[in-house]
Structure formats: structure tokens, C-alpha cells
């Protein structure tokens, strides 16, 4: 995707290009055994929403020529079950430009190299188990390199979680939101939500597409929200 940022501030679609402040930082170890500088921003940043259009995708085409030289048919159809791919459509650019308004909040995992993970999230929306407001994940996602991959092992280990306690964090911490948070998952993610303490309520279900499976609908109450980030 060949995007003139300047031109769009230009023809003012865009009044700039990042307007983010960094939450969390430090030093994160890698599955080889070295280590990186990594940060975790809070803000609208289109650069960091690019970059994670074009390294993605840049990535996943390697793995599927990758896949579509070196195995045959059989072996090629079990290693892409195990490859989560269900969010390779998103477009983080198109995304950023859409979701401008103050309910919505943006989220980046950075090292010194590239994006590692992004997320956005939305605030308020009612609480199913608890009293009062939460936020909702619309997208959480973490770069194709820090998932299962036939190319090469993992990047980083737990890069999600790591973005997503950081989150939750802060938005207690520093915003005044309450513990506990909601989203609908993808087929792929639920036993991660599982694993974490959320819980599946079937009537808030969506369903997107009468012929595919249900978007399930996870929410984590304020004690396992907690229990989630070591605080309880």
C-alpha cells in the first residue's frame, strides 16, 4: 500500500500524523535469547498503523510462498490450521481513519525495528457481570512473526498479554476505568480469552455472517481482570 501522508494532511483528511504518548517500556527478551527495547504507546498514530498493513502482509506472503515451495498439498493444508490468519484483512490504516472519535483509543507494541502488536479498544460499554462500564477490545493483534509460524520459531512470546495488562493498567491507573473488560473473539482466540478467566456469554453473541460460526462474546469480571495482571 503506497500511502503520501503528507499529501493527506495537504488536502486535509488528516490534521497529523501520530498524536501518542508512551505508557510502559523496557527491556524484553526474545525466543533466541537476546533482548530488545521495546514500548507501548497510547494514541492515534498512522505511521505505526502503516507499518503494521505492510510488515504483516509482507510476512504472510513470505510464509504462504514459503508453504507453496516446499510442501505438498497434504502437509501444506495441516501447517495452515495451525496458522491464526483469521484477522489478515484488517487494515490498521484504514481503521486509524475511521476511528478518530474520544470513545476509541489506540494502543501499539513497539520494538526499536517495527510494530509487535496493536490493539483498540472502546469505552464505555455495560458490564454483563459486573455493575457499571468496561471497555470493549474491537481489534487486538499481534504481528504474524509472534504467532505459530512454519518460517521460523516465535519472535517474542506472549506479546498480547503483554500489551494487554499494560493496557488495563493504565486505564485504571491513569483514566479511572473500572477492572473487566469484553470483546468478541475470532474462532481461533477463545481459548486464549478461556485461559485468561473470561467468560463466554452466549446471548451476546454476533453473528456477522449467517453461514460462518458466531463472533463469541467474552467478558473478564473485575477479580479475574485483576488476577490478570498480578494485582490480586
Same mark, same amino acid.
Given at each position: 500500500? $503506497?500511502?503520501?501522508?503528507?499529501?493527506?494532511?495537504?488536502?486535509?483528511?488528516?490534521?497529523?500524523?501520530?498524536?501518542?504518548?508512551?505508557?510502559?517500556?523496557?527491556?524484553? @527478551?526474545?525466543?533466541?535469547?537476546? $533482548?530488545?527495547?521495546?514500548?507501548?504507546?497510547?494514541?492515534?498514530?498512522?505511521? @505505526?498503523?502503516?507499518?503494521?498493513?505492510?510488515?504483516?502482509?509482507?510476512?504472510?506472503?513470505?510464509?504462504?510462498?514459503?508453504?507453496?515451495?516446499?510442501?505438498?498439498?497434504?502437509?501444506?493444508?495441516?501447517?495452515?490450521?495451525?496458522?491464526?490468519?483469521?484477522?489478515?484483512h484488517?487494515?490498521?490504516?484504514?481503521?486509524?481513519? #475511521?476511528?478518530?472519535?474520544?470513545?476509541?483509543?489506540?494502543?501499539?507494541?513497539?520494538?526499536?525495528?517495527?510494530?509487535?502488536?496493536?490493539?483498540?479498544?472502546?469505552?464505555?460499554?455495560?458490564?454483563?457481570?459486573?455493575?457499571?462500564?468496561?471497555?470493549?477490545?474491537?481489534?487486538?493483534?499481534?504481528?504474524?512473526?509472534?504467532?505459530f509460524?512454519?518460517?521460523?520459531?516465535?519472535?517474542?512470546?506472549?506479546?498480547?498479554?503483554?500489551?494487554?495488562?499494560?493496557?488495563?493498567?493504565?486505564?485504571?491507573?491513569?483514566?479511572?476505568?473500572?477492572?473487566?473488560?469484553?470483546? #468478541?473473539?475470532?474462532?481461533?482466540a477463545h481459548?486464549?480469552?478461556?485461559?485468561?478467566?473470561?467468560?463466554?456469554?452466549?446471548?451476546?453473541d454476533?453473528?456477522?455472517?449467517?453461514?460462518?460460526?458466531?463472533?463469541?462474546?467474552?467478558?473478564?469480571?473485575?477479580?479475574?481482570?485483576? @488476577?490478570?495482571?498480578?494485582?490480586?
Amino acid at each position: 500500500m $503506497s500511502v503520501d501522508l503528507n499529501q493527506l494532511i495537504k488536502l486535509g483528511i488528516i490534521d497529523q500524523l501520530e498524536d501518542d504518548i508512551i505508557i510502559e517500556e523496557g527491556i524484553i @527478551k526474545k525466543n533466541d535469547g537476546s $533482548s530488545a527495547h521495546y514500548s507501548i504507546s497510547f494514541g492515534w498514530n498512522l505511521i @505505526k498503523a502503516l507499518i503494521c498493513d505492510k510488515k504483516w502482509k509482507e510476512y504472510r506472503i513470505r510464509m504462504l510462498t514459503y508453504l507453496e515451495e516446499n510442501y505438498d498439498e497434504e502437509k501444506r493444508e495441516e501447517l495452515l490450521s495451525k496458522i491464526q490468519v483469521e484477522d489478515h484483512h484488517w487494515n490498521w490504516f484504514g481503521k486509524s481513519l #475511521h476511528y478518530r472519535e474520544e470513545e476509541y483509543k489506540w494502543f501499539f507494541l513497539s520494538t526499536e525495528s517495527t510494530v509487535e502488536a496493536a490493539c483498540l479498544i472502546y469505552f464505555p460499554k455495560p458490564s454483563v457481570l459486573d455493575k457499571g462500564d468496561i471497555f470493549y477490545v474491537e481489534f487486538i493483534a499481534v504481528a504474524p512473526w509472534n504467532r505459530f509460524s512454519p518460517l521460523e520459531d516465535k519472535h517474542f512470546h506472549g506479546i498480547g498479554s503483554k500489551l494487554l495488562r499494560s493496557i488495563i493498567k493504565y486505564l485504571t491507573e491513569k483514566q479511572g476505568y473500572q477492572y473487566g473488560f469484553c470483546l #468478541h473473539s475470532l474462532p481461533q482466540a477463545h481459548g486464549f480469552y478461556e485461559h485468561i478467566g473470561m467468560i463466554h456469554v452466549e446471548d451476546h453473541d454476533k453473528v456477522e455472517d449467517p453461514d460462518c460460526d458466531p463472533l463469541y462474546y467474552y467478558e473478564i469480571d473485575s477479580l479475574n481482570s485483576m @488476577k490478570f495482571v498480578g494485582i490480586a
